[in-house]
Nanobody, 124 residues
Framework: QVKLVESGGGLVQAGDSLRLSCVTS????????MGWFRQAPGKEREFVAT????????YYEDSVKGRFTISRDNAKNTVYLQMNSLKPEDTAVYYC?????????????????WGQGTQVTVSS
């Protein structure tokens, strides 16, 4: 069973930055595409960003393009989400997810494993 553990969430003000981290126990992490999703209260879990197995290809949801950056360090089995210029509408629980594939994906059903989530709250 692959275990994903997110960290780095918190309470910040609009315009601030946060960096989320997700560490996986999976020793084949470097072969898995990874993604970040988020879920705000009363809303569906939505795609945020994804990265392929090498880190050479990424894709973002439109509302975070230019503000968020996904990256990975395969030597540390870790994927990151750098979030800049945060807005109140970014408030959500952020989840890390792992695919059993090398190419990135934007749908929840493309991901096999999920972390427990980390809360990000942005005040205005």
């Amino acid at each position: 069973q692959v275990k994903l553990v997110e960290s780095g969430g918190g309470l910040v003000q609009a315009g601030d930055s946060l960096r989320l981290s997700c560490v996986t126990s999976e020793r084949t992490f470097s072969s898995n595409a990874m993604g970040w999703f988020r879920q705000a209260p009363g809303k569906e879990r939505e795609f945020v960003a994804t990265i392929n197995w090498t880190g050479g290809s990424t894709y973002y949801e439109d509302s975070v393009k230019g503000r968020f950056t996904i990256s990975r360090d395969n030597a540390k089995n870790t994927v990151y989400l750098q979030m800049n210029s945060l807005k109140p509408e970014d408030t959500a629980v952020y989840y890390c997810a792992a695919r059993l594939a090398m190419g990135w994906g934007v749908r929840r059903d493309q991901y096999m494993y999920w972390g427990q989530g980390t809360q990000v709250t942005v005040s205005s």
